[in-house]
């Protein structure tokens, strides 16, 4: 049964840093590329950011650039998210995805597996 888990949430001001962390068992997580999402209420569901299953290439969407960096340790079956310079727009659940089916990294349909979910609130 395959578990993905985050963590590391919280409410942090604008211009803080938040370490986002998802571990996943029971599957082999070096094997697949994963991402990262967040869905704002009332909103739809937006890729944040996808990492190859090496680690060697990663994505980005355009509003995180430069301020978020996403990583894995394959040794420990974790992929982390590094958010930094904070903004109240960035206020949402953020859900890690597991086994990329190939494809537009940023469409949720080809992620197999999700977590539950960690809210992060951006206070201005």
Same mark, same amino acid.
């Given at each position: 049964q395959v578990q993905v888990v985050e963590s590391g949430? %919280?409410?942090v001001q604008a211009g803080g840093s938040l370490r986002l962390s998802c571990t996943v068992s029971g599957l082999s997580f &070096?094997? *697949? &590329?994963? %991402?990262w999402f967040r869905q704002a209420p @009332?909103?739809?569901r937006e890729g944040v950011s996808s990492i190859s299953s090496s @680690? %060697? #290439? #990663?994505y980005y969407v355009d509003s995180v650039k430069g301020r978020f960096t996403i990583s894995r340790d394959n040794a420990k079956n974790t992929m982390y998210l590094q958010m930094n310079s904070l903004k109240p727009e960035d206020t949402a659940m953020y859900y890690c995805a597991a086994y990329y089916l190939g494809g537009n990294w940023y469409d949720p349909?080809? *992620?197999n597996y999700w977590g539950q979910g960690t809210q /992060? #609130? /951006?206070s201005s």
């Open positions: 949430g %919280g409410l &070096a094997d *697949y &590329a994963m %991402g @009332g909103e739809e @680690g %060697g #290439t #990663t349909s080809r *992620y /992060v #609130t /951006v």
